[in-house]
T-cell receptor, first 112, second 114 residues
Framework: QKEVEQNSGPLSVPEGAIASLNCTYS??????FFWYRQYSGKSPELIMF????GDKEDGRFTAQLNKASQYVSLLIRDSQPSDSATYLC????????????FGKGTRLSVIA | KAGVTQTPRYLIKTRGQQVTLSCSPI?????VSWYQQTPGQGLQFLFE???????NKGNFPGRFSGRQFSNSRSEMNVSTLELGDSALYLC?????????????FGPGTRLTVL
């Protein structure tokens, strides 16, 4: 089992809809969870992080964490064509001094 | 606040050569991590430096090495280049003082090995 798994997509949603991106992780001791957005040809950009169970909202983005089920998700409300990118889930195991482990990303396409 | 910078942005080398990439972290950040990104493998961790010491290391051969200077700038070196080393090399910086640290990426260096 891979440490961090994401559906590679592409996930296609119409403009204005809610995009739901999911990520599961294998290490139950994982502590910190991050979502990065990567446009084609660009470097990853941090958009959300979450450390505690529950929901965390930032503008149109909501991160959801369920440590018991070992999954973290990202919801994008009112999706825009500019949200079309690859979304990478990353996890830090145990303490903050261990490296980020990335999933391979989910490609999101928002159709105008 | 200036972001993470990497030089050079693009590099073309031939097999057997060596290459050095440079990364300047965000001011105040003491941790620099290096990643290799390829279409097939995704983002893979190479190593992390904190206060001039390698703190973590990924599963890469010894041809990949790095170092960090007292001003937190970091370099990574790849010796005896192979075709499979063609990739986007990313560095990311964080405060690195423990706890839950957000990492911020630089624009990357695109390395092509011919």
């Amino acid at each position: 089992q891979k440490e961090v798994e994401q559906n590679s997509g592409p996930l296609s949603v119409p403009e204005g809809a809610i995009a739901s991106l999911n990520c599961t992780y294998s290490d139950r001791g994982s502590q910190s969870f991050f979502w990065y957005r990567q446009y084609s040809g660009k470097s990853p950009e941090l958009i959300m992080f979450i450390y505690s169970n529950g929901d965390k909202e930032d503008g149109r983005f909501t991160a959801q964490l369920n440590k018991a089920s070992q999954y973290v998700s990202l919801l994008i409300r009112d999706s825009q064509p500019s949200d079309s990118a690859t979304y990478l889930c990353a996890v830090i195991r145990n303490s903050g001094n261990t490296p980020l482990v990335f999933g391979k990303g989910t490609r999101l396409s928002v159709i105008a | 606040k200036a972001g993470v910078t990497q030089t050079p942005r693009y590099l073309i080398k031939t097999r057997g050569q060596q290459v050095t990439l440079s990364c300047s972290p965000i001011s105040g950040h003491r941790s620099v991590s290096w990643y290799q990104q390829t279409p097939g493998q995704g983002l893979q961790f190479l190593f992390e430096y904190f206060s001039e010491t390698q703190r973590n290391k990924g599963n890469f051969p010894g041809r990949f090495s790095g170092r960090q200077f007292s001003n937190s700038r970091s370099e990574m070196n790849v010796s005896t280049l192979e075709l499979g080393d063609s990739a986007l090399y990313l560095c990311a910086s964080s405060r690195g003082g423990g706890g839950y640290n957000e990492q911020f990426f630089g624009p990357g260096t695109r390395l092509t090995v011919l």
